[in-house]
């Protein structure tokens, strides 16, 4: 039986510790979470925003983790409780069978640190450090938490091959070379304060492992959140990855290069556990993405057939995305609407499991297809008038604070009308 529903579970089976260098703000810290339990939804969520790395074409990011996921589908029982790669996946080419665990261990590692208490991440890839690189190898990731002014660095690491106490040395050399280096140094506005290497040891075929690197912590370091600036890039990086998912490599771009915002467009949103989402939407056939224009990729909707444009499943609630988007247009003088923004619920994220889907606690969404998606609708959520964006920003100020999306999220947006089809494309989007 193919993997479709069934929680899984894995261990964090090890847990090594190593010394910090003597700098300010380096306060290591021990992974707290030993057992994760995850959906097949909230693999392929983590496989695909890991999977959005610059240096290859961002376009190939999805259709490679929906690759993985079909892969997981078949390699992977719907009746164990432990996560297991089955035996059978050893009949793929020795390329497929690397590539398979190279994206299943980093969407892991992301699920361990999302588990662990972190909540945005980026690519390393992404921010410029201040001043020569420690190192010619460097980490997959940088994670931020809420009220931590430092942030942590992360190494993946996965192997179907090699035995538990070879790939332990892999994860130390791991940490070691691409982890270790950074403590302490700046890396966009924060500081980098501990980070890990997290290694998932897939090779035996009943129960997959977690090996876990770390920055220890010494017995005088002081305690509680680091010292430093509000790590806003961090969520931005956040949020940009996953327009990239929901509007298109382009978009994503443009918006990190600030020629790009939200201002006076259109976007599909949708209701669903008693919150309101926006959608991401991909062309059934073409290209992902309408580069040249800047547009997300339904903005042609009145251009082209109606029957060309899906629902890709991956979704922001919208309270959340109008908050990024807020960001994109706002001046650096200004307090980011980052700085305010709302985390979801434990209990919004276990609900959503039960529709074979994943919510996030950023607010990213793998909407399934058990899921009902109500009031499907265009809507405008920056107006074109300055104005009125204003009057709708005062309208949510008593809202700002940072806390915990609840059960219930406001409407936000002017809703257009909606044009004649909406019914037809509507059945279009919750077919796919």
Not at 122 to 127: A, P, S
Not at 133 to 162: L, M, N
Not at 305 to 322: D, Y
Request: proline letters at 6%.
């Amino acid at each position: 039986m193919v993997w479709e529903t069934k929680h899984k579970a894995m261990n964090v089976t090890k847990v090594t510790g190593h010394l910090p260098p003597a700098k300010l703000n380096v306060r290591g810290r021990a992974p707290q979470k030993l057992t994760i339990t995850f959906t097949p939804a909230e693999l392929f969520g983590a496989m695909a925003r890991c999977s959005h790395l610059h240096v290859i074409n961002p376009s190939a990011a999805t259709p490679e983790a929906e690759t993985c996921r079909h892969l997981l589908h078949q390699y992977v029982d719907d009746t164990s409780e432990d996560f297991a790669i089955l035996g059978s996946a050893n009949r793929l080419k020795d390329f497929s069978r690397t590539h398979l665990a190279g994206v299943v261990g980093a969407g892991i590692s992301y699920l361990q640190m999302v588990r662990d208490g972190y909540i945005w991440f980026d690519h390393f890839e992404n921010f410029a450090l201040a001043g020569p690189a420690p190192s010619s190898k460097s980490p997959d990731f940088v994670f931020s938490q809420i009220g931590h002014g430092t942030v942590a660095v992360s190494e993946s690491k996965a192997t179907r091959g090699s035995s538990r106490k070879q790939f332990d040395g892999t994860v130390k050399r791991g940490y070691i070379e691409q982890v270790a280096p950074y403590l302490g140094t700046k890396l966009g506005s924060s500081v980098v304060s501990h980070g890990y290497a997290i290694g998932s040891w897939m090779t035996s075929l009943s129960r997959a492992e977690i090996l876990v690197h770390h920055t220890g912590t010494p017995t005088r370091s002081a305690a509680g959140p680091g010292e430093g600036p509000d790590p806003i890039d961090i969520r931005r990086g956040n949020y940009l990855d996953i327009l990239s998912l929901l509007l298109g490599p382009s978009i994503s771009r443009a918006a990190r290069e600030r020629t790009w915002n939200a201002r006076g467009r259109r976007f599909v949103t949708a209701r669903w556990l008693g919150h309101d989402w926006l959608l991401g939407m991909a062309p059934s056939h073409g290209a992902f993405a309408i580069a040249d224009r800047g547009e997300p990729v339904w903005a042609a909707l009145e251009e082209e057939p109606q029957v060309l444009w899906s629902f890709n499943a991956f979704a922001l609630e919208l309270g959340v995305a109008r908050r990024v988007f807020d960001s994109l247009d706002t001046p650096i003088t200004q307090v980011d609407p980052l700085s305010n923004i709302p985390v979801m619920s434990d209990r919004l994220i276990a609900e959503a499991s039960d529709f074979d889907s994943a919510v996030f606690p950023d607010g990213f969404a793998v909407i399934g297809r058990d899921a009902k998606l109500e009031n499907v609708s265009v809507i405008m959520p920056i107006p074109r008038d300055p104005d009125k964006a204003q009057a709708a920003e005062d309208g949510e100020a008593a809202e700002a604070q940072m806390g915990v999306v609840g059960d219930e999220a406001s409407e936000f947006g002017i809703i257009s009308d909606v044009q004649e089809g909406m019914e037809q494309l509507e059945k279009n989007w919750l077919a796919e």
